[in-house]
């Protein structure tokens, strides 16, 4: 077939994003391992009225039609925030970003490239990273490695060759993303565990869940931390106050205080470690419908999600303490404490940390030192416009 029968539609309003995220549900239904989300909280995603980070970008969605067929879709953002940032930490000025890639074989996939960056372009961007859909705070990356599992919340699930058709549009290796595999029945190396009972005997050093409620009080703890933890990685964006709320609303249900905490040294905040238990699990049989029966079976694995997976999906230490000896024992004082309620309260076998960057070395050396294991890898690749 000739490229002039691929038409690239921009869609906008509730039918468009509907037909968008439908299609895109279309494809992940392919996978061997995908597991369905609720189709509700994909759409809030693409809703400029309700995704707060809209409050600070702009997006514009895109299908391909063969034959009046979608045959595959794909999102072109500006992000104001991630354009203030220095350059030599991934976004900067001109900087867009494609997401939400999904194509039916190579030449839908460069036609809906071309349509992204030709609209990057006319909205002055240089350069473009991707796939991310939509923020780096929500699915970065293209999964290249671990399509052989499940993947666990909030982590997308996509077809390797999605990436030759990438690369061989003139995209680039920009960063790549790891997650680690945890057997969290084991107890730690002894190394590790001298090292967090070390830190317990330290004055200094306090250590608590998280309080439901007080959360407000104790998500804006976390953000504050994160912001000043993160803020010199690559591809940090500030995350706002609009979304913390956003989020903490939509994670409230899953969160449970045993499994996140907030460090203090010298009675202040200095890092935290948020851990979710693995809603795939449930999603997975209630094959991601609540109606008319799945809400019963949600509520009940909510009370008491026993033998869930755990995902660390998020952990910061203040910059002033980097690279300090305290920093990595708060690390595996929370991280050891997780691990011994996850086991202990809901019977949990298995966790994953990540995403973490390959090149974060301190990270790396956490995860190394624990004994967990690589299980799935992502990429996100670059192209000049």
Do not use: C
């Not at 961007?125 to 990356?141: F, H, K, N």
């Not at 509520?299 to 303490?321: H, I, T």
């Amino acid at each position: 077939m000739s490229q002039t029968e691929i038409v690239i539609d921009p869609v906008s309003g509730k039918k468009g994003r509907t037909e968008f995220v439908d299609l895109g549900r279309a494809f992940a239904a392919r996978e061997p391992h995908y597991v369905p989300q609720i189709r509700a909280e994909q759409l809030e995603l693409v809703d400029p009225a309700k995704n707060p980070f809209f409050g600070h970008a702009k997006a514009q969605l895109f299908i391909a039609r063969r034959d009046g067929k979608a045959v595959g879709r794909i999102s072109a953002q500006v992000d104001e925030l991630a354009l203030q940032m220095p350059a030599e930490q991934g976004f900067g000025p001109g900087v867009g970003m494609f997401g939400y890639f999904d194509a039916e074989d190579a030449q839908v996939a460069k036609a809906l490239l071309n349509a992204a960056e030709d609209w990057l372009r006319a909205e002055g961007m240089a350069r473009v990273l991707g796939p991310i859909s939509m923020s780096i705070w929500e699915e970065p990356g293209l999964l290249v490695k671990g399509q052989d599992h499940p993947p666990m919340i909030m982590m997308g699930h996509h077809p390797a060759h999605y990436r030759d058709w990438i690369v061989d549009d003139g995209y680039g290796l920009a960063k790549r993303l790891l997650t680690y595999d945890l057997d969290v029945s084991q107890e730690f190396p002894p190394l590790i565990q001298r090292i967090v009972k070390s830190g317990k005997g330290n004055d200094r050093i306090t250590v608590r869940h998280v309080d439901k409620s007080r959360w407000d009080e104790d998500a804006a703890i976390v953000l504050n931390i994160l912001n000043d933890a993160w803020s010199h990685n690559w591809g940090f964006v500030p995350f706002t106050p609009e979304e913390v709320a956003y989020a903490g609303k939509k994670l409230k249900p899953i969160i449970k205080e045993p499994l996140n905490m907030i460090a203090e040294l010298d009675g202040k905040p200095v890092a935290f470690m948020l851990t979710f238990p693995d809603i795939n699990d449930v999603l997975k049989r209630i094959d991601g419908k609540l109606f008319p029966f799945g809400w019963f079976h949600m509520l009940r694995w909510l009370n008491n999600p026993k033998g869930a997976g755990m995902r660390v999906p998020l952990m910061g230490v203040l910059s002033e303490l980097h690279n300090s000896r305290v920093a990595s024992q708060l690390a595996f004082m929370m991280i050891s404490e997780i691990r011994e309620e996850a086991s202990r309260l809901y019977g949990s076998k298995r966790g994953e940390i990540g995403w973490i960057l390959d090149d974060n070395q301190g990270m790396v050396a956490i995860a190394d030192a624990i004994e967990s294991k690589v299980n799935r890898e992502y990429e996100i690749y670059e192209k000049t416009l």
